[in-house]
């Protein structure tokens, strides 16, 4: 499943500090997910874009904001986050919705 | 909304021996897919199987849509197994991707 690829791999940002989580597919895809795992626990679908457009958001907090700029690339935006958002984030995409979905490697981020 | 039950929780092999992992759903689904999570943390995906059996070397898989269960197959087991292993499905026209709580599977030489 390496046809995802997620930057970067880590990230360490303290409370204040504004970061993006970058991910791109180039399958040809038209829906990505970005997905949130902390340790121990399955992952959690936090938001859906199909066809560049936002259609799911499963009541995120505003400090992290999607952005998918064209159909290959996903963005998440962070901003004065909390340790509790330390985790690993996985972002995936597939053929269309309900079509089966592939992930990138993920970006394990630490707040401190 | 639907439910996702894995079992067993835990798994210890022997390198070589075999294994049956269950996944039971609450309702019917759009979507089944098997994955692996490495000590890595990588999702790696193994089957897509709404329905049917499929095999791929020594996994395999069957899904019985009608009775709302799937299983995973995991033969002649190598400690490269170890890991997480996730079910995952989607219902009704809402396409999120529900996971199991995973077994988590640890493979000794």
């Known amino acids: 499943d390496t046809e995802v690829t997620q930057t970067p791999k880590h990230l360490v940002m303290g409370m204040t500090n504004k970061k993006s989580l970058k991910c791109e597919q180039h399958?040809?895809?038209?829906?990505m997910y970005w997905y949130k795992q902390k340790a121990k626990k399955p992952p959690e679908l936090m938001f859906v874009?199909?066809?560049?457009?936002?259609?799911i958001n499963e009541s995120v907090p505003s400090r992290f904001s999607p952005e998918c700029p064209n159909s290959s690339l996903l963005n998440l935006h962070l901003h004065a986050l909390q340790p509790e958002d330390s985790a690993l984030y996985l972002c995936?995409?597939?053929?269309?919705?309900?079509?089966?979905?592939?992930f990138g490697d993920g970006t394990r981020l630490s707040i401190l | 909304g639907i439910q996702v039950e894995q079992s067993p929780p835990d798994l210890i092999l022997q390198e070589g021996a075999n294994s049956t992992l269950r996944c039971n759903f609450s309702d019917s689904v759009n979507n089944l897919q098997w994955f692996h999570q490495n000590p890595w943390g990588q999702l790696i995906n193994l089957f897509y199987i709404p329905s049917g059996t499929k095999q791929n070397g020594r996994l395999s898989a069957t899904t019985v849509a009608t009775e709302r269960y799937s299983l995973l197959y995991i033969s002649s087991s190598q400690t490269t197994d170890s890991g997480v292993y996730f079910c995952?499905?989607?219902?009704?026209?809402?396409?999120?991707?529900?996971f199991g709580a995973g077994t988590r599977l640890a493979v000794h030489p």
């Open positions: 399958m040809g895809h038209r829906a």
């Open positions: 874009y199909s066809y560049e457009k936002l259609s």
């Open positions: 995952a499905v989607t219902s009704g026209g809402y396409n999120k991707l529900i």
């Open positions: 995936a995409s597939s053929q269309a919705e309900s079509q089966p979905q592939h």
